[in-house]
């Protein structure tokens, strides 16, 4: 653990603006709150809500043949995701343990943007770094610390932002563009991106013109949603959590025993894995067969303590399957507990006990997210 200050990010004192309660997240000084947690996930839902994902990372990749190397590392088929299209996808070490995921831009034949998680900005610059090809086709950029990361998400995010930014502006679902002319003068780029679930933007400018996008949107009627609610809103999705959901193994054998040392396949994720490729750590993908763990989502099915992570999945007749990584409350469904996990032998549909407190398991069902 490093003994150095949180890094603050360019809306430090916006948020404090907004009496926000500002906690440490892996390194970064970042609202946990604002009002409150559930009126900030169904301002979102309803409306559209507006968070400072600036601690995330952005990195750039530029060469002739930069499509061929990402893809001979990622999960994804890059070669097939067009120009000026987004997608997702999971990088692997050389024993097929998940590192990070990753949202990633193909700007051109010839650049990619992509967005690693906070806490592992470095790791992958690293190991990116490790495997660029040694003719120096490929270079890599890291624009981290220049650039700033807003994220509108929410029904009435395009409305929000045509009154911010004037008509135009706008990316659709898993689209990249270029921030052109507009009426605040922002440069930067735009994508039909988000960790909500809902329709919505994340948009990257130079530090020193966030503030004035931020203010404006927040004029036109975005709501400045925290930390707390981005949980729930990506949990009632089934969205990964990096870190929480999954961990390289040299960091989760830091705080964890293994557990969360998981692969492409153990985390059932329905997009960003194609197996018609090759990649590093593939072999240890194509390995499983359908009696090893695999993340799944428990929905409570009667009222008890709620769901909480490393809370123990049992079958009906109390055989230990699985552990909960992440689990809360869900604003969206009347605070119903909801949970995710990896777990052995279930399908979706299937009844099983959530050892919520020392004396009460509680009923759930199996769901294969999203729970919303």
Known sequence: MSDAPPVRTALYEEHLQLEANMVDFHGFELPIWYSNIKEEHLATRATAGLFDVSHMGSFRFRGPQVRDWLQSLATQRVTSIAPSRCAY??????????????IFA??????????????????????FTQHLPSDGSVVLENLSDATSIIALQGPHA????????????????????????????????????????????????PNEEVALLWRTLIGAGAIPVGLGARDTLRLEKGFLLSGVDFCSPPLDEEGHDGFLSRDSWETNVPFGLDLDHDFVGRHRVVSHDETDPRWWGIRY???????????????????????LTSGAPAPSLGNIGIGIGYMSGVQEGDEVL???????????????????
């Open 89 to 102: 996808t999971h990088f692997l070490d050389e024993d097929g343990f998940l590192i990070d995921d990753m």
């Open 106 to 127: 193909v700007v051109s034949e010839t650049e990619i943007l992509g967005v690693p998680n906070a806490s592992m900005i470095g790791v992958m610059w690293d190991w």
């Open 158 to 205: 395009k409305t929000i932002l045509d009154q911010a930014m004037g008509e135009g502006q706008h990316a659709a679902r898993f689209k990249w563009r270029e921030l052109t002319e507009n009426q605040l003068g922002i440069s930067g780029w735009i994508q039909g991106t988000g960790y909500t679930g809902e329709a919505g933007y994340e948009i990257f400018v």
């Open 301 to 323: 099915t009667e009222k008890g303590p709620l769901p909480r992570p490393g809370k123990e999945v049992q079958s009906p007749d109390g055989q230990r399957i699985g552990r």
């Open 354 to 372: 959530i050892v919520a407190s020392p004396r009460k398991s509680v009923k759930a069902e199996i769901v294969r997210p999203p729970f919303y």
